[in-house]
């Protein structure tokens, strides 16, 4: 079965720091791979996605994410951050091959917290 | 752009009664699923659909029911409300097979059951 653990629960930043959010997945072999931004009462935003091929992948609001096999992990990293992006984010994890239906299993989550 | 529209932001209801949320989405997406979430325990999945008619359980589908009768449309039934069903819950379709996997997410629906 395929698993998603994001061990941060809460992470707070500066504005204008660096960020690395880290997800570890399980899967049997190599998955497609996600992240999502929920913003306060809001549903989610994919962010980026990792389906083969460079395994640094670039996404919406300067943010990328770098797919490391030998690690089972898929971390978000973003340079400088912004107040606005605070919120809560979500590492994703899908299979390639489906019978149906797709199904994406999700990590618990990391809210961001960035102080001014 | 994907539009997945749910028919209510927030939800008051007593528990025991039979609630109907409701989502729709507008690009002809074979799959739909709803999830819940809750603080600390991330999205789980509950239904999901990959045509209509066709359901599937998914990690947590006691207490509840969907109906898909129109492509567009997906149901979630709680058939006796609970306290314990007082959660936010979370629309989402995608297309049918390999590379299609990346979901797109209504505004979800924030229900009390009291």
């Known amino acids: 079965a395929q698993s998603v653990t994001q061990p941060d629960i809460h992470i707070t930043v500066s504005e204008g720091a660096s960020l690395e959010l880290r997800c570890n997945y399980s899967y049997g072999a190599t998955p497609y791979l996600f992240w999502y931004v929920q913003s306060p009462g809001q549903g989610l935003q994919l962010l980026l996605k990792?389906?083969?091929?460079?395994?640094l992948v670039q996404g919406i609001k300067g943010f990328e994410a770098e797919f490391k096999r030998s690690q089972s992990s898929f971390n978000l990293r973003k340079p400088s951050v912004h107040w606005s992006d605070a919120a809560e984010y979500f590492c994703?994890?899908?299979?390639?091959?489906?019978?149906?239906?797709?199904?994406?299993?999700f990590g618990t989550g990391t809210q961001l917290k960035v102080e001014l | 752009d994907v539009k997945v529209t749910q028919s209510s932001r927030y939800l008051v209801k007593r528990t025991g009664e039979k609630v109907f949320l409701e989502c729709v989405q507008d690009?002809?997406?074979?799959?739909m699923f709803w999830y819940r979430q809750d603080p600390g325990l991330g999205l789980r999945l509950i239904y999901f659909?990959?045509?209509?008619?066709m359901k599937e359980k998914g990690d947590i589908p006691e207490g509840y029911s969907v109906s898909r009768e129109k492509k567009e449309r997906f149901s979630l039934i709680l058939e006796s409300a609970s306290t314990n069903q007082t959660s936010m819950y979370l629309c989402?379709?995608?297309?049918w097979g390999e590379g299609n996997t990346e979901a797109f997410f209504g505004q979800g629906t924030r229900l009390t059951v009291v």
């Open positions: 994703a994890v899908g299979p390639i091959l489906t019978g149906g239906g797709n199904k994406l299993t």
């Open positions: 690009m002809d997406h074979e799959n």
């Open positions: 990792y389906f083969s091929g460079d395994t």
């Open positions: 989402a379709s995608s297309l």
């Open positions: 659909s990959y045509d209509v008619k």
